[in-house]
């Protein structure tokens, strides 16, 4: 089955820093990747995904890039800020799309 | 809207015992699931349902039933409790898992003696 491999386990960036998060999938026929965040003692919640046919999506200081040739994405953060400070998970779907695996997370500090 | 409401929030049970977690969504979504969370292993799914009537098994289903009798509804039952089933769990449902992105509750906190 698909398994989620995510990379580094805990980030400690400076306020205003860039963030960067990598995971890296083993079924080539994923085909939808989400990040979530997930704040201390909250829900996991959706920040941004990204479909197989898209390269890279963007939203606002977040902004997720996909090689599915090397099947990896990643996660960038850019100007991070204290409220950016969490735990930021990878997703994959099975090849069947009915499963979402999960990467182990990370967990992100800024320090301001 | 409460989107998806998941109860007890917190529950104590010693081994053996069995109980079950509720989970309801109100968003008329098809797809449901049931994550465990542990310390340094992410989301684990325990069992999904793409549909009332259809159930299927996760990475983690030991231990762990569901049934889909409803749109609404999807419940999960610890038969005898163990340890090893301490956990934060979290029920989480979609549209469909292809188009739309799960939601998830805020989490039931499971504690085994």
């Known amino acids: 089955g698909e398994n989620v491999e995510q990379h580094p386990s805990t980030l400690s960036v400076q306020e205003g820093d860039s963030a960067v998060i990598k995971c890296t999938y083993s079924?080539?026929?994923?085909?939808?990747f989400p990040w979530y965040k997930q704040e201390l003692g909250k829900r996991p919640q959706l920040i941004i995904d990204?479909?197989?046919?898209?390269g890279e999506k963007k939203d606002q200081r977040i902004a997720v890039t996909l090689n599915k040739t090397a099947k990896h994405f990643s996660l960038h953060i850019t100007e991070t800020q204290p409220e950016d400070s969490a735990v930021y998970f990878c997703?994959?779907?099975?090849?069947?799309?009915?499963?979402?695996?999960f990467g182990a997370g990370t967990i992100l500090r800024v320090k301001s | 809207n409460a989107g998806v409401t998941q109860t007890p929030k917190f529950q104590v049970l010693k081994t053996g015992q069995s109980m079950t977690l509720q989970c309801a969504q109100d968003?008329?979504?098809?797809?449901m699931s049931w994550y465990r969370q542990d310390p340094g292993m992410g989301l684990r799914l325990i069992h999904y349902s793409v549909g009332a009537g259809i159930t299927d098994q996760g990475e983690v289903p030991n231990g762990y039933n569901v049934s889909r009798s409803t749109t609404e509804d999807f419940p999960l039952r610890l038969l005898s409790a163990a340890p090893s089933q301490t956990s934060v769990y979290f029920c989480a449902s979609s549209y469909s898992l292809a188009y739309s992105p799960l939601h998830f509750g805020n989490g039931t906190r499971l504690t085994v003696t």
């Open positions: 990204i479909r197989s046919n898209v």
């Open positions: 997703a994959a779907n099975d090849q069947y799309g009915n499963k979402l695996v």
């Open positions: 079924d080539s026929a994923s085909n939808y």
């Open positions: 968003m008329n979504h098809e797809y």
